[in-house]
């Protein structure tokens, strides 16, 4: 990136590190550490109607590639949910970019 840092999605442990320039250890920017994004359980809950999985907009499921965009947002690209969500980083949850809503 321009401020030297770097961008690591892991994909092992569900999340997006940024590195600066003298970070050795980094800090999640998106995802949360070890923390899977879970299917939904169309069982669990068969009287109620269905609710997003747990961590919808917060966690990931397998990001493979990262990128930022012009506005600073975190583009990831998360091969087990098939979609490209960006996160605003503030806490707010991502937002889904493709496929389109």
Avoid: H
């Amino acid at each position: 990136m321009a401020d030297g840092s770097l961008l690591v999605a892991d994909f092992g442990n569900n999340c997006v590190v940024q590195f600066g320039t003298s970070d050795d250890k980094g800090r999640v920017v998106a995802g949360e550490t070890g923390k899977l994004l879970m299917d939904i359980d169309y069982l669990k809950d068969i009287d109620k109607p269905l609710q997003p999985a747990e961590g919808e907009g917060f966690r990931l499921k397998a990001p493979v590639d990262v990128a930022k965009d012009a506005e600073g947002r975190v583009l990831v690209l998360d091969c087990a949910s098939q979609r490209i969500q960006a996160f605003e980083g503030s806490g707010q949850p991502a937002v889904t970019v493709m496929p389109p809503p």
